[in-house]
């Protein structure tokens, strides 16, 4: 259970006792629903984290909805993007092991996240990590909903396959960026789970790592 489960839960359980005592018991169920709503939210439960030689895992819950070409400068890479939904884990995972080199904050809009264009405009995290010689971009991106992103590792942090790292405040999207030549182990449609389902596996050789990658980011077309 993430704390803020229980920020959100006990003064709803405080407002339905104090209204169950000045009026009707029956008119305290709204607020005491709202808190086990809140209480199963913010759930964080534990995962397998898959130990397989460059194995790319989903660093959230939710739906696969789009795996796309884009390019980091003259490179090509690959673009899967996952869609959290209310109704999923929202705690964020690292996708890999390696080293945090840029943390950006992006100020923007709350469009639906299901939107393609919302992995440019909307308001969202960008991390770039590098993995023994591969760069790799995640991106927490808000939604309609997803007000709220948090990010605890800062640039210079190692992290490891599945380590927890943050999370997004109901309903959002994932973006994870990686190597063109990745063998890619999802398809669109497929529901993930953070840090066990695996999304692709890493060349052992890496493509050229490209320098401002969290910066460049675009889509083919």
């Known amino acids: 259970m993430v704390r803020d489960g229980y920020f959100y839960a006990l003064p709803l359980i405080a407002a339905a006792v104090l209204i169950g005592w000045l009026t009707h018991p029956a008119w305290a169920i709204i607020p005491i629903l709202l808190a086990f709503f809140f209480l199963w939210f913010f759930r964080d439960p534990d995962r397998a984290i898959p130990n397989d030689p460059g194995a790319l895992v989903s660093p959230a819950d939710g739906k696969v909805t789009e795996i796309s070409p884009v390019t980091i400068g003259s490179e090509s890479f690959c673009r899967i993007s996952i869609f959290l939904n209310v109704f999923n884990v929202h705690v964020n995972r690292s996708p890999i092991s390696g080293v945090i080199r840029d943390v950006r904050y992006q100020r923007g809009k709350f469009l639906n996240a299901m ?25 927490q991106i808000a939604g309609l909903l997803a007000r709220r992103i948090v990010f605890h590792p800062k640039a210079g942090d190692r992290l490891e396959r599945g380590q927890r790292i943050g999370m997004m405040k109901f309903g959002s999207r994932m973006d994870v960026i990686f190597d063109a030549s990745a063998r890619v182990n999802v398809k669109v449609g497929d529901h993930v789970k953070g840090g066990s389902t695996i ?22 077309g």
Not at 117 to 134: C, F, I, M, R, Y
Not at 199 to 220: D, K, Q
Request: charged share 20%; no cysteine.
């Open 199 to 220: 999304l692709a596996y890493l060349p052992s050789e890496p493509a050229l790592a490209t320098a401002g990658a969290a910066s460049s980011v675009r889509s083919r």
């Open 115 to 139: 939107d393609k264009v919302s992995a440019d405009l909307n308001e969202q995290n960008v991390v770039t990590v590098d993995v023994e010689g591969h760069t790799l971009v995640f991106k």
